[in-house]
């Protein structure tokens, strides 16, 4: 069995120090395979947000973890133009991780992590061919019954955003989905809406793809959309999965109803009568726009 730590949209800047604790103090106690953090370490790309949200990861590794990570759209520059579309990701390959596209294989669970962020756009997120042909190479060498995961900061369907909405799909949609369909991807984790989530694919398109969508809302930003904040817990067991939301009470974080989910027919299914339960709604003040 698998157990991730799946964690996103952190926003070092606009972050609650005490949530940063918190996160660190419950990661440590689920002793995680793998903690995947799926995008936006700062709120606006700026040295000191990057080095905060550096030292974050760093002193995760020191307790003996290990951790994914992927760049998301506020990791690049917004007003400084230059560096936007010349060196939009240096300060993230230097204080967070150099590779824009890990990979950890660990038992019982294969990972990759894909770069969505773009340059040309301020907060729209595309996977290219040359990165579709690249996951296609890399979840080749995997044995067939390995449970592979696709991380991406951006979600690859149109979902619920957090303060209500329906976001974007990625770009080149067509074309990731025909993809994950003939990878036979099992879970598709993301971020940016700040909006926890879990359902099979065929609840946003026509034809699923056999595929489990995780979505993680914001782990430590004080920018809410509705919901407090968030992280999830994924066990993974061959053909059951469990996702537990672990959200922020006001005073520490705490596991919601875990959603446990078997393949049936190529769907995800829920055993027994769980609920997709989401964590508390955070007050209609705190709401901030979609971004």
């Not at 904040?229 to 005073?251: A, C, K, L, M, P």
């Not at 339960?277 to 726009?289: F, I, R, T």
């Amino acid at each position: 069995m698998a157990r991730l730590a799946h964690i996103s949209d952190l926003h070092f800047g606009a972050h609650d120090d005490k949530l940063v604790a918190a996160v660190e103090r419950r990661i440590d106690a689920e002793k995680p395979d793998l903690v995947v953090a799926s995008g936006d370490f700062t709120q606006r790309a700026r040295t000191a947000q990057f080095k905060q949200a550096g030292a974050f990861v760093q002193r995760i590794r020191d307790k003996g973890h290990v951790v994914l990570t992927i760049p998301g759209n506020h990791d690049i520059p917004l007003y400084d133009i230059f560096r936007r579309f010349f060196a939009p990701l240096t300060r993230y390959r230097k204080f967070i991780n150099p590779v824009l596209c890990p990979f950890h294989e660990i038992p019982g669970a294969a990972v990759l992590g894909i770069n969505t962020a773009r340059s040309a756009t301020f907060k729209d997120g595309k996977i290219n061919n040359e990165q579709i042909a690249f996951i296609g190479e890399t979840f080749g060498r995997i044995e067939p019954k390995t449970p592979r995961i696709l991380v991406t900061h951006h979600p690859i369907f149109a979902l619920p955003v957090g303060g209500g909405g329906i976001g974007k799909p990625i770009k080149n949609q067509a074309a990731v989905l025909n993809m994950v369909g003939e990878l036979g991807l099992d879970l598709l984790l993301a971020g940016h809406n700040h909006r926890a989530s879990r359902e099979d694919s065929s609840e946003f398109v026509t034809k699923s793809t056999g595929a489990l969508v995780i979505q993680a809302g914001t782990a430590t930003s004080t920018r809410v959309r509705g919901e407090k904040q968030s992280f999830n817990i994924i066990d993974i067991d061959g053909e059951t999965v469990t996702v537990t939301v672990v959200g922020w009470d006001g005073t520490d974080f705490k596991d919601g109803t875990p959603a446990r989910f078997t393949r049936k027919d190529d769907r995800w299914m829920l055993i027994g009568d769980q609920g997709l339960e989401h964590v508390p709604s955070a007050p209609k003040e705190a709401a901030q726009p979609a971004s």
